[in-house]
């Protein structure tokens, strides 16, 4: 597609609940990113894949968390059991691999309200 | 560790005037600065980006920053505010060195800009 899409736009769930949100990059771009946005705050770095690999998992806030892309290019970001506090919207980003001077670009997000 | 500030919260700039949103930020090496733009309900747009070289940058829709490193800022300026300029800004930054978490691009907390007819 023309830009990074994101699915489900919206997702209400109750704690305790699993929960994936998708992600599907612009075709070509082998970065991607998840970040996450909770209210009146900036976006937060959760994950950042090259290629099928995560190269850096160091914003996942606990074991709860799991994103995978398992052939490059769609990822999915996987909640379990989740909590009040997950509420917030999940940002999919993508770059092109290779130039790591280039900008992101950003979906419209998934937003999680956790019951 | 890298970071960023955004010092105030909300912007208000009256239609016509000139208006300036504010960003300094922490690196431990050089730094890759970013500024991006949310309307509302939509996903980060980008404005414009400073890498290296001329301290002035220009971007998108009229949008140009200065990249000032004694002072650390990156701030966000525009002639002629206009209404459609209403939206939230967020400056970012990452770190040129090398390895993996240098691929982080780190947020600030956003600045509301308001442009009043």
């Known amino acids: 597609g023309a830009g990074v899409s994101q699915t489900p736009s919206n997702k209400v769930t109750e704690k305790g609940k699993y929960v994936e949100l998708r992600c599907d990059p612009i075709s070509g771009h082998t970065a991607l990113y998840w970040y996450r946005q909770s209210l009146g705050q900036g976006p937060e770095f959760l994950i950042y894949?090259?290629?099928?690999?995560?190269?850096?998992d160091s914003g996942l806030p606990n074991d709860r968390f799991f994103a995978v892309r398992p052939e490059g290019s769609v990822s999915t970001l996987k909640i379990q059991r989740t909590e009040r506090g997950d509420s917030a919207v999940y940002l999919c980003a993508s770059r092109i691999g290779g130039r790591d001077t280039g900008e992101l670009f950003f979906g419209e997000g998934s937003r999680l309200t956790v019951l | 560790a890298q970071s960023v500030a955004q010092p105030e919260d909300q912007v208000n700039v009256a239609e016509g005037n000139p208006l300036t949103v504010k960003c300094t930020y922490s690196?431990?090496?050089?730094?890759?600065l970013f500024w991006y733009v949310q309307y509302p309900n939509r996903g980060l747009q980008f404005l414009l980006k400073y890498i290296t070289g001329d301290n002035l940058v220009k971007g998108s829709y009229g949008f140009e920053a200065e990249f000032n490193k004694s002072q650390t800022s990156f701030h966000l300026k525009k002639p002629s505010a206009l209404v459609s300029d209403s939206a939230l800004y967020f400056c970012?930054?990452?770190?040129?060195?090398?390895?993996?978490?240098?691929?982080?691009?780190?947020f600030g907390k956003g600045t509301k800009l308001s442009v009043i007819p």
């Open positions: 894949f090259q290629g099928t690999g995560a190269a850096d």
């Open positions: 690196v431990s090496g050089n730094p890759y």
């Open positions: 970012a930054v990452r770190d040129k060195g090398s390895g993996a978490g240098s691929y982080q691009l780190t």
